[in-house]
Structures are given as C-alpha cells and as structure tokens.
C-alpha cells in the first residue's frame, strides 16, 4: 500500500487548510485511513481516523471540534479539513493506514497500529 499525503503549507493561527491523503495499491482490506502528526522534539500523536466500513470517524481531544476527516467519494482516499487553526498544531502531517481491523491489544491511535505511511507534509501555524 502506498500512501500520498498533500496540502500542508504556513497559515496564520485562527485560519485554515485542508489536507488531503490517497491510498494505492493493495488496499481492497485497508481498515480505514488515518492522520498523526509530530510536533519538534515530540512522539508522532494520532489526530483522527475514518474507517472505510462503518463510516466512523475518530479524533484525538485536542482537535475535536475543530477538524473533520471525510471520505472522497469513490477514491480510497480523505481530506482532514483543519479550521481554527493554533500555533501547537504546526507539525508534520502524515497518513497512515493499515490491512484489516485495528489489533484489540492497541488503540485505534496506536502508530503500532499502522505498518504502511505516507510521506508527510509541513503544517506551520504563525501567532
């Protein structure tokens, strides 16, 4: 499974930006598609989750309410929408996903969860 992740770019804090990551290659049995993010200095941290069957979606506390992850219709693919945007949001971006269900023994938001990433992209918030 390959995945390709864009959209990144240097927006000021209260703004937005769209990021957007489409999987190939083998992914008849991939689970879903999901966002982490690494901050400078600091552990890669899940911000959400969209499972392909149930249609669920999954987001970390500090983002719910400000991003949305949805599915592009018909693509093995989804856009992660980030509005109010906050100078602790400036990471890079990566996607990730993974063969099957998540294991029961890790979170959904485990990166132990997912073998296969994307390449990531830079999301810079200015105060």
């Known amino acids: 499974v390959q995945l390709q992740a864009s959209g990144g770019g240097l927006v000021q804090a209260g703004g937005s930006l769209r990021l957007y990551c489409a999987a190939s290659?083998?992914?008849?049995?991939?689970?879903?598609l999901a966002w982490f993010r690494q901050a400078p200095g600091k552990e890669r941290e899940f911000v959400a989750l969209f499972a392909w069957s149930s249609r669920s979606t999954y987001y970390s506390d500090s983002v719910k309410g400000r991003f949305t992850i949805s599915r592009d219709n018909g693509k093995i693919a989804v856009s992660l929408q980030m509005n109010s945007l906050k100078p602790e949001d400036t990471a890079v971006y990566f996607c990730a996903t993974r063969e099957g269900r998540p294991l029961d023994a890790l979170g959904r938001d485990s990166v132990h969860q997912y073998p296969y990433w994307g390449q990531g992209t830079q999301v810079t918030v200015s105060s």
């Open positions: 290659g083998r992914t008849r049995n991939t689970y879903g």
